[in-house]
């Protein structure tokens, strides 16, 4: 499973886009990159996931460089329930064991 | 559709005593995965599960913990003889198929050793 780097923590305000990086240096061909969002005492919420170039929902866009050696995270106009923690996952579809990180500890102040 | 359902969402035992957790996965769901919190801390994965067989229990530890899935009922996460160090938040999350990681989350059980 590739190891993954994120910012420990970030701020914003209300009503700005918000990217979040990671860093998977070690990605291999066949791992897919997932982002899931966490608020206090609740479990994560899968957000979106990706292979490459870029991938679009209601809620976020990731974007992936033709390397894959990082991704981004970007949240539109982030409102104070935007304040959780965000986790990049690395690793292939099919596998069975899910390795979270850290995260990110993302703070939207109004 | 009713999502993942932990309980207890809290339960407290007395260092020495058992502890039992319980997960009913999402409707469909056959696979299942349970992970540890501390608090300020990450997920750290634990075991998964599909029904009636343990795929992979390489984050639990050897001693005190065990983890069934039976063919009927919901899963369960069993800690005996706790010790202060098993309080925690522990989660469970569903999957229709075989390991995807898109997983649904159940709300969590908070474990506290007193």
């Known amino acids: 499973l590739a190891k993954t780097t994120q910012p420990i923590s970030m701020d914003s305000y209300e009503g700005q886009e918000v990217n979040i990086t990671c860093s998977h240096n070690n990605i291999a061909t066949n791992d897919y990159i997932t982002w899931y969002q966490q608020f206090p005492s609740q479990g994560p919420r899968f957000i979106i996931q990706?292979?490459?170039t870029k991938v679009t929902n209601e809620v976020a866009s990731l974007f992936i460089p033709a390397d894959r050696k990082s991704s981004t995270l970007s949240l539109p106009r982030v409102s104070l329930s935007d304040t959780a923690v965000y986790y990049c996952?690395?690793?292939?579809?099919?596998?069975?064991?899910?390795?979270f990180g850290a995260g990110t500890r993302l703070f939207v102040k109004a | 559709n009713a999502g993942v359902m932990q309980n207890p969402r809290h339960l407290v035992r007395r260092r020495g005593q058992e502890a039992r957790l319980r997960c009913s996965p999402m409707k469909g769901h056959s696979h299942v995965y349970w992970y540890r919190q501390l608090p300020e801390e990450g997920l750290k994965f634990m075991v998964y599960?599909?029904?009636?067989?343990?795929?992979?229990e390489s984050g639990m530890p050897k001693e005190r913990f065990s983890a069934e899935f039976p063919k009927e009922g919901p899963s369960i996460l069993r800690i005996q003889q706790v010790v202060r160090g098993d309080s925690a938040a522990y989660f469970c999350?569903?999957?229709?198929?075989?390991?995807?990681?898109?997983?649904?989350f159940g709300p969590g059980t908070r474990l506290t050793v007193t």
């Open positions: 999350a569903s999957s229709p198929s075989r390991a995807t990681y898109e997983q649904y």
């Open positions: 990706g292979y490459k």
């Open positions: 996952l690395v690793g292939e579809t099919g596998g069975f064991k899910t390795i």
């Open positions: 599960l599909q029904k009636e067989n343990i795929i992979d």
